[in-house]
């Protein structure tokens, strides 16, 4: 099981990106698949998170409508649009499943088992 993030860069407040997850190793029928963040000093959050069974998607309260996790099956890719961007969004971005999790709600609640680097996300002016 492999997870690769990319997409990552220095945007302004306000701005946008779209990050990308390529995963190998398992399809995007069944498990969920997810995003996180850490930042320097804090604690790992989940940012977003995708059943791939049903499409059923889980935001944590801070997103606010800012943030869309999207997969896409045929490229084996999971997506994350970042918009309105805020200097506290700033953070290394990971994404990470737990095979044995198909629920997003679950996977936004727990340590995912596979998760790769990281993709840096600065925003800054």
């Known amino acids: 099981v492999q997870l690769q993030a990319s997409g990552g860069g220095l945007v302004q407040p306000g701005g946008s990106l779209r990050l990308s997850c390529a995963v190998s190793g398992f399809t995007l029928d069944h498990p969920a698949v997810g995003w996180f963040r850490q930042a320097p000093g804090k604690e790992r959050e989940p940012v977003a998170c995708?059943?791939?069974?049903?499409?059923?998607?889980y935001y944590p309260d801070f997103v606010k409508g800012r943030f869309t996790i999207s997969g896409d099956k045929t490229k084996n890719t999971v997506y994350l649009e970042l918009n309105n961007l805020r200097p506290e969004d700033t953070a290394v971005y990971y994404c990470g499943t737990d095979l044995g999790f198909s629920s997003s709600y679950a996977l936004c609640h727990r340590d995912p088992t596979d998760r790769g680097q990281g993709t840096l996300v600065t925003v800054s002016s």
């Open positions: 995708l059943s791939t069974l049903n499409d059923i998607t």
